[in-house]
């Protein structure tokens, strides 16, 4: 660990607890470090990435780095992408490779898509690269009757289902969001957004992710 001259290090370690208790008891929850612009909040991340990262699925996303795109989900998914490459190179467990392999052909589909359809999404071929994707695992995760009038809600959902089984895999799945005070205002909402609905479930009313933005 980097020298603590300010004394952060029992910041750290409880933020730690906190994330650990809520996993531990399968829930999710949203919560903030607030400070103004400066004072260190990128760094108690950095140190408390380093206590999760051994044991959960975590994913670090700098707003201010990906405010060029003009949807964020598309900078979301880019940013899971990554993580689950680096991850399927270093994984010694067969099913954890499997359900990261399957996260990575359905995610990187969607995203194309996403990136395709400029004007909006075309559902139709979200569902398809769903299939495909899990075939394998033969599971009906997308046989689901959609609303085609909502289609970035319905893939924002599907989103989350993949992330699920790679909570069920690694035993939580944390997103930490970093730099939103550097970003205009209305792309930092629009950020958080689309990660609260990617971490939250309106059918059960609750978190299903942790996420822990650092914010001013």
Avoid at 66 to 81: D, F, K, R, T, W
Avoid at 137 to 161: C, G, H, M, T, Y
Avoid at 206 to 215: D, K, N
């Amino acid at each position: 660990m980097q020298q603590d001259l300010l004394g952060r290090e029992p910041f750290v370690t409880l933020l730690d607890n906190i994330i650990t208790q809520k996993v531990n008891s399968h829930e999710g929850f949203s919560f903030a470090i607030d400070g103004k612009w400066g004072c260190g909040k990128s760094w108690i991340i950095k140190e408390l990435e380093k206590k999760l990262e051994p044991r959960y699925f975590v994913v670090h996303y700098n707003c201010w780095e990906n405010e060029y795109y003009e949807e964020p989900l598309v900078a979301i998914l880019s940013v899971i992408i990554d993580k689950l490459n680096q991850l399927q190179k270093a994984l010694p467990d067969n099913n954890k490779k499997s359900t990261v392999k399957t996260a990575l052909t359905f995610l990187t589909k969607v995203i194309s898509i996403i990136i395709k359809n400029k004007t909006g999404i075309d559902f139709d071929d979200i569902v398809e690269s769903g299939k495909e994707a899990i075939a394998n695992d033969k599971e009906p995760d997308i046989s689901k009757d959609f609303d085609k009038n909502q289609p970035l809600k319905k893939a924002l959902e599907i989103v989350r289902d993949n992330l699920l089984k790679i909570k069920l895999e690694f035993g939580g799945v944390i997103f930490i969001v970093d730099e939103l005070d550097r970003c205009l205002p209305e792309y930092a909402i629009k950020v958080m957004q689309r990660l609260h609905h990617i971490c939250y479930d309106n059918v059960s009313d609750t978190y299903v992710f942790v996420q822990l933005a650092a914010i001013n």
